[in-house]
């Protein structure tokens, strides 16, 4: 009786130990997940949060606000303020118009494919030994900005512009201020509003003969600047020729020097020969009927080339 009643207590362990092994995996699973469905739940939060920030600005940029927010949540009225947006007597429409500017650019023929056919400007630039070659080489304009005590290094060191701008009560300060250059712009009936207004400047820029169809269209400043025997070409013959006359200048630099070497023999040459002009007699060196007796004689007491006591 004594034995069986030593065993059961064994046996329930033996059983307790048995569940809590085969409980250990289902409880790690229920734990996992919690963090993962916790996680999931803060993602959700954050996208959320994220997506009312972005829709706000969005909101804020194509000039919505107040009770207008609720209805533009809706697909069909986003796409009304774009399509208003996009309008033909709006800026972007008149871009992006049939026979605008855009267009115009896209053209066969046009700016975009003159600058990207075969022995264009972009081809020309990136050719090897061409513009952009020449500017990153040894010695070119990027190793010069790039270089230790050079522009960029000079701007960006501790006290250089940089620092000056972004410093306490600094320039970037004076900008952004209560009352400062970028409130003036953006203050009601300011720059930025008289730029954008009906009529305004972008309007104006994007008229049918306005600046941008001058720059960009037929004919335009850029065509007539990219054109064969333009601007440009004559800009690139110009500094073949200037590359071909530096050995023409270094040459005429050797010159000058050996010139100036001549110069200084010379010098040394004459200047003897001026002490030596200093020795000879009067009589020699005295011009004629400037004084004395008769035509050009010296006077008797000068005869030997020296004066008489």
Known sequence: MSQSSSHLPAARQGADAGRALVEVPFRLGFAITGVVLTAAESAVTIARITANSVQHELNQAIGLEGDELGSARTPLALLSQLAELLGPDRPFGRILA???????????????????????????????????????????????????????????????????FTENEGILERLTSEGGIVDKLTAPDGVLEKVTAPGGVLDRLADDGGLLDQLVGEGGAVERAIAPGGPLDRISELTEVIGQLAPTLLAMQDTVHELGETVDLLNQTVAPLGGLADRLPKRLTRAKGSGGAGHGELPPGERNGYPQS
Do not use: C, H, S
């Not at 020309?124 to 500017?135: A, F, H, R």
């Not at 960006?156 to 940089?162: N, S």
């Open 98 to 164: 049939a026979g605008g500017p855009l267009e115009r650019l896209l053209n066969p023929d046009g700016v975009i494919d003159r600058l990207t056919a075969k022995d264009g400007l972009l081809e020309k630039l990136t050719e090897p030994g061409g513009l952009l070659d020449q500017m990153a080489e040894d010695g070119g304009i990027l190793v010069r900005l790039t270089a230790k005590d050079g522009p960029l290094d000079r701007l960006t060191r501790k006290g250089g512009v940089v620092d000056q």
